[in-house]
């Protein structure tokens, strides 16, 4: 079984940054894909950046130019740092991992853009 806690949401103001971090815990194997998928309130779930085990990564349109995905193999961690954010970007932002066909999602943590 695998275990993912996200991390690091909160309220910020337009314009402002935020990092999330995921970390997963279990018996992790080490050929994986992790991401950050978010739920806006009425809307469906979205990817928002994906990362390989090898460092490939692909983000939304909407996140290009923005947000960076990155992790530490090390620490089983996955980030999203979300820069220059925009009232749109509001959502519950969930970390997701697939293995061997399983796939793992976190709790959700909240991200509120707002003055």
Known sequence: QVQLVESGGGLVQPGGS???SCAASGSIFR???MAWYRQAPG???ELVCSITDI???NCAESAKGRFTISRDNAKNTVYLQMNSLKPEDTAVYYCYLVSRG???WGQGTQ???SS
């Open 43 to 45: 809307k469906q779930r």
């Open 55 to 57: 460092g490939s990564t």
């Open 102 to 104: 399983q796939v793992y």
């Open 18 to 20: 935020l990092r999330l």
């Open 111 to 113: 991200v509120t853009v």
């Open 31 to 33: 050929f994986n894909t």
